[in-house]
């Protein structure tokens, strides 16, 4: 497995249903996610199960919930299959999960920090409100002279927030800065402009309430070295050291997501096989963006736990 990386989902992967089946057949799911429904204090596994999805969407309760799933279905996993990945990687909040998978960190410090981590994001979009869009069919040096523009005019705040994959962007900040920066990307011909149904300007300036206060958490929570490099968001190369892996986790808040850069890092150092661990398939599908040729996988539940099936 020495050319495999292990990927991990961010928000948005969520889903009513996700883990469900895997709680009823794999005991270590059901141990697992039941854990997490007594680190919290509720029932995280219900509200996974059966929703209501707008409460599961929530922030903070889509972090948590993201995470206890994906390593339920990385630890069933491990027992069918000889997993050794030579990396690991995981998109916004999904870099928790790749923490937890490499060893850095406790799956119950993990769990803990990404709910702290969606409460803090939640009140700082509370008490400034934002917005994001995707920008589809755009070159990402476009986008950002866009970006720069926009925020001169109007005096607020867009930037890149993820750099998915060619020919997806998503931009974040102000809602003028915003309205005027998806304005500009339709008027430069962008094959589609997507204004993203949330009030959270994730990975920009507006969460730096959240990540002054998060910085303190992180410095107080257990870890170690992890086994296998971590790909970190903010740089696109890896993290072996506790300090920078700490300084990361914060910087991700107010920072780029740099997920092009990260795979096609990864494809450089020889990596050819990337599998998805999680409740959906949204990596393997920008993965297919980036690199055809890479093989692909996702796991979600038993049926892909053979790792049979590229996607």
Known sequence: MQSTVLIFPGQGSQLVGMGQTLHEAEPVARDILTQADEILGFSLSSLCFEGPAETLTDTINAQPAILATSYAILQVLRQKSDLGPAFVAGHSLGEFTALVCAGALSFPDGLRLVRERGRLMKAAGEAQPGGMAAILG???EVISEVCTTAQAE????????????????????TRAALDRAMAMAKEKRAKRVILLPVSIASHSPLMGPAAAAFEPVVAKVAMSRPDVPLIGNTSARPLSYIPSIRAELVAQLTHCVRWTESIRYLLAQGMDTFIEIGPNDILTGLMRRI????????????????????R
């Open 154 to 173: 109007t005096g607020g705040v867009v930037q890149i927030a993820n750099d998915n994959c060619p020919g997806q962007i998503v931009i974040s900040g």
């Open 291 to 310: 690199d055809r040729k890479a093989r692909r996988f996702t796991v979600q539940d038993q049926e892909g736990m053979g790792i049979g099936e590229q």
């Open 138 to 140: 755009m070159e990402r």
